[in-house]
């Protein structure tokens, strides 16, 4: 008897130990599930870029420099002529192209051809900005 009695106060001790347990628990996730928890662990990482549209970013700065669109979307290939693509500066790369007008040059980077895509890299540039990266890679020819 003096065992079972041992046993029964050792099983409500116990049962009471993991009832503490469980309610600090339960108080520590209703502290997770407040809105303001939630909001935090919800929360982007990041910001989504849709092909086409425009960021706020790029808005607000207005257009980006010919220098700035070379360094981001042409020097991979216009600065060792990869697959044809002219050299910057380079004379002999560019002059049979401009002997064509810039009309045709700028519609040729616009459009795409041969081996270079529609806009090179760059499918959120404007005209312009194409423009300006075709003039700061030959304004020393």
Same mark, same amino acid.
């Given at each position: 008897?003096k065992a079972?009695?041992?046993? /029964?106060?050792k099983s409500?001790?116990?049962?009471?130990s $993991?009832? /503490?347990?469980?309610?600090?628990?339960?108080?520590?996730v209703?502290?997770? $599930?407040?809105?303001?928890?939630?909001?935090?662990?919800?929360?982007?990482?990041?910001?989504?870029?849709? @092909?086409?549209?425009?960021?706020?970013?790029?808005?607000?700065?207005?257009?980006?420099?010919?220098?700035?669109?070379?360094?981001?979307?042409?020097?991979?290939?216009?600065t060792?002529g990869?697959?044809g @693509?002219?050299? $910057?500066?380079?004379?002999?790369?560019?002059?049979p192209?401009?002997?064509?007008g810039?009309?045709?040059?700028?519609?040729?980077?616009?459009?795409? /051809?041969n081996a270079?895509?529609?806009?090179?890299?760059?499918?959120?540039c404007?005209?312009e900005?194409?423009?300006? @990266?075709?003039?700061?890679?030959?304004e020393?020819?």
């Amino acid at each position: 008897m003096k065992a079972m009695n041992s046993f /029964f106060v050792k099983s409500v001790l116990g049962t009471i130990s $993991m009832l /503490f347990a469980l309610t600090i628990s339960a108080a520590s996730v209703q502290d997770d $599930m407040s809105r303001e928890a939630i909001a935090e662990r919800i929360k982007p990482l990041g910001k989504h870029y849709v @092909a086409g549209e425009s960021s706020a970013a790029e808005e607000s700065s207005g257009p980006r420099s010919g220098q700035q669109v070379y360094d981001k979307y042409c020097t991979a290939c216009h600065t060792s002529g990869v697959m044809g @693509a002219p050299k $910057m500066n380079n004379a002999a790369d560019w002059q049979p192209r401009l002997d064509q007008g810039m009309e045709t040059v700028l519609k040729h980077a616009v459009e795409g /051809f041969n081996a270079m895509p529609p806009k090179g890299t760059c499918s959120d540039c404007s005209e312009e900005e194409i423009q300006a @990266a075709i003039d700061y890679m030959t304004e020393e020819i």
